[in-house]
């Protein structure tokens, strides 16, 4: 037993009963929501190295869609199942799954496309996941909202376990790379300490942290460093009497750069440099389908974010990094934003 103790995130009971399910299953599935970041596939690749490495079994991990290219890199990545690209296999794994493990997110029209899919399996669910308010039909729920990330529960989840002294870098690259990239890397959600017992752990298992953050964070084009000017030049408007500030990526925009999935990762947290800012949204036109527009937002100190992309952008989140979906024009997107802003300037002043 290790001298330092993490608080537990399941009763015993759940522990046995979560043990139970998993020997009493032969196909398991991973999966995550689309448009996967770092704490969806860094969870469903840790968590599916707990279940070979621990378990003995051989997990599948889908995907309802492509993930950026600098996410690529990942260790075990090479075996993530596409449902955009496989979809009838796919259907059939999870029509004669036993149990799946639904990680990094709180309801099912977050898998977009294989949510029907999904929703037929007659497979045993769990869910580990830090969003708030849980809606999946699950055997087990594992959901804590105030973690940093779901990495951080599977991490919590395999100390539990007993399982991380037989954990490899195979294991601790993806869990870190997933706390890296929901925390900003560390920057917000991340004042708890434990968060910092646990890197110290995975820097046990030999990751090179340092790598890991180049990887994430300067693996991007020239084209990506030429559209993060030009929105900063030209896109950004800045609302300095409330502390705040919006940027368009129209589909023009987009083409202009060579857009690729993931370039426009890390843009919207920029604007939150500038002295006094509270607010940042990013408000970028779907690449194929018109009229739509997803919304990121990002805040500091205790503005609510996820309260804002609730009300206004058919979202939500965390309180300092939420998203959400509009179906309307880039136009009509800008007027809602406005009007967001205003509703909240008591907050934001």
């Known amino acids: 037993m290790h001298p330092v103790m993490l608080k537990d995130i399941i009763s015993q009971e759940q522990c046995e009963q979560l043990q139970a399910l998993v020997r009493e299953s032969d196909t398991i599935i991973c999966v995550c929501h689309q448009n996967p970041d770092g704490d969806a596939l860094g969870s469903c690749l840790g968590w599916a190295e707990v279940l070979r490495t621990h378990f003995g079994k051989e997990p599948q991990v889908i995907v309802p869609d492509q993930y950026p290219d600098f996410l690529q890199w990942l260790p075990n990545s090479e075996k993530i199942i596409r449902y955009d690209k496989h979809k009838e296999g796919c259907d059939w794994t999870l029509q004669h799954a036993d149990l799946i493990f639904c990680l990094d997110f709180n309801t099912t029209?977050?898998?977009a496309d294989m949510q029907q899919a999904l929703e037929k399996s007659p497979a045993k669910m769990v869910l580990i996941d830090h969003h708030l308010g849980p809606d999946i039909p699950t055997v087990l729920t594992i959901s804590h909202p105030e973690a940093s990330s779901t990495c951080e529960l599977v991490f919590r989840l395999t100390w539990q376990l007993g399982a991380f002294e037989q954990m490899s870098k195979h294991f601790a690259t993806p869990i870190y790379c997933g706390m890296m990239t929901d925390t900003?890397?560390?920057?917000?959600n991340s004042d708890d300490c434990d968060v910092y017992f646990i890197v110290s752990q995975l820097l046990t298992k030999h990751i090179n942290k340092d790598k890991i953050y180049r990887n994430v964070y300067h693996n991007f084009s020239e084209d990506r460093l030429r559209l993060m000017g030009y929105v900063m030049y030209k896109s950004l408007v800045v609302d300095a009497s409330h502390h705040a500030s919006y940027f368009t990526l129209t589909r023009e925009d987009l083409?202009?750069?060579?857009?690729?999935?993931?370039d426009a990762e890390g843009l919207v947290n920029m604007p939150l440099q500038i002295k006094g800012h509270k607010l940042s949204i990013s408000l970028r036109e779907d690449t194929e389908k018109e009229n739509t527009i997803w919304v990121s937002l990002r805040s500091v100190d205790q503005f609510p974010c996820n309260e804002m992309a609730a009300r206004f952008f058919n979202g939500g989140g965390h309180l300092n990094a939420s998203g959400g979906r509009?179906?309307?024009?880039?136009?009509?997107?800008?007027?809602?934003t406005e009007q967001a802003i205003r509703a909240f300037e008591g907050l934001l002043k």
């Open 109 to 111: 029209s977050r898998v």
């Open 184 to 188: 900003g890397a560390f920057t917000y």
């Open 255 to 262: 083409k202009r750069f060579h857009f690729m999935k993931g």
């Open 326 to 336: 509009l179906n309307c024009s880039i136009a009509e997107a800008v007027k809602i």
